[in-house]
């Protein structure tokens, strides 16, 4: 276990990016190696305020079955290929220690203190993000009626922004969409530009121009490829707006 063995290893420790196999190695030489304990505590500050430099900002409750379903989807094209489908030819085999090493080569003792300064800004910017983010508007949701099987679809209103979420839903079918409407009180319904199909898993994310004030509701239709004037069908989504 000499230090040039670990020398590259610092960052890639303090960033929890070592195996178990490594970690213990590395944590056996860096007992008896100074050069390697001071740069880890040179290092540290920088690791440690990457985290600390952001505010966490809570997700909406919808995004995990958003993350979930397209999770399903990819484990169901991946069982029907076969277990090793997703594996490269040339990536089958595990890697050797020295590709693994090979990985955090550019980490080099000297460039500690670069490292550090652009973690540390890094840090900074994404914290700065994040912050703008939390005290952005919040995020509603609106919950939809769907006469269509077992689909589901909701509003997400932020500030002016409104996109429509589904799931679960079909291909609309051959030279057909999908198209958005507004529903003012005592109005017909007001086509917008908001044309959509779906994904595998009936997934879709489209965004409605315009805002909701004076809206009663939002419908989907099912209409010929470019849309339409004037609703051809019922509307089978309907997201009523509160007022």
């Given at each position: 276990m000499?230090?040039e063995?670990?020398?590259?290893?610092?960052a890639?420790?303090?960033?929890?990016?070592?195996?178990?196999d490594?970690?213990?190695?590395?944590?056996?030489?860096?007992?008896?190696?100074?050069?390697?304990?001071?740069?880890?505590?040179?290092?540290?500050?920088?690791?440690?305020?990457?985290?600390?430099?952001?505010?966490?900002?809570?997700?909406?409750?919808?995004?995990?079955?958003?993350?979930?379903?397209?999770?399903?989807?990819?484990?169901?094209?991946?069982q029907?290929?076969g277990a090793?489908a997703?594996?490269?030819a040339e990536?089958?085999?595990?890697?050797?220690r020295?590709?693994?090493?090979?990985r955090?080569?550019?980490?080099?003792?000297?460039?500690?203190l670069?490292?550090?300064?652009?973690?540390?800004?890094?840090g900074?910017?994404f914290?700065?993000?994040?912050?703008?983010?939390?005290?952005?508007p919040a995020?509603?949701?609106l919950?939809?009626?769907?006469?269509?099987?077992s689909?589901r679809?909701?509003?997400?209103?932020?500030?002016?922004?409104v996109?429509?979420?589904?799931?679960?839903?079909?291909?609309?079918?051959?030279?057909?969409?999908?198209?958005?409407?507004?529903?003012?009180?005592?109005?017909?319904?007001?086509?917008t530009?908001?044309l959509?199909?779906?994904g595998?898993?009936?997934?879709a994310?489209?965004?409605?121009a315009?805002?909701?004030?004076?809206?009663?509701?939002?419908?989907?239709?099912?209409e010929?490829?470019?849309?339409?004037?004037t609703?051809s069908e019922a509307?089978?989504?309907?997201?009523?707006v509160?007022?």
């Open positions: 000499t230090h063995r670990w020398n590259d290893s610092v890639a420790y303090l960033l929890g990016a070592l195996d178990d490594e970690r213990v190695g590395f944590e056996a030489h860096l007992a008896g190696c100074p050069e390697c304990r001071e740069e880890v505590e040179f290092l540290r500050v920088a690791s440690e305020a990457l985290p600390a430099a952001s505010q966490p900002v809570l997700p909406p409750p919808e995004l995990k079955e958003r993350i979930m379903t397209v999770v399903r989807s990819e484990a169901e094209l991946l029907a290929a090793r997703d594996v490269p990536t089958a085999r595990p890697a050797r020295e590709e693994r090493e090979s955090w080569s550019w980490l080099r003792p000297q460039a500690a670069a490292l550090a300064a652009v973690v540390l800004a890094i900074v910017a914290g700065a993000l994040t912050r703008d983010a939390g005290n952005g995020t509603r949701t919950q939809a009626q769907v006469d269509h099987g689909a679809a909701h509003l997400e209103v932020q500030g002016r922004e996109r429509l979420v589904t799931d679960g839903l079909p291909a609309p079918g051959d030279d057909r969409v999908y198209q958005v409407w507004i529903k003012r009180p005592d109005r017909d319904p007001e086509p530009d908001a959509f199909t779906t595998r898993d009936g997934s994310t489209v965004e409605v315009g805002h909701l004030e004076g809206v009663e509701a939002v419908l989907v239709t099912r010929p490829e470019g849309g339409s004037q609703p509307p089978f989504i309907t997201a009523p509160s007022s």
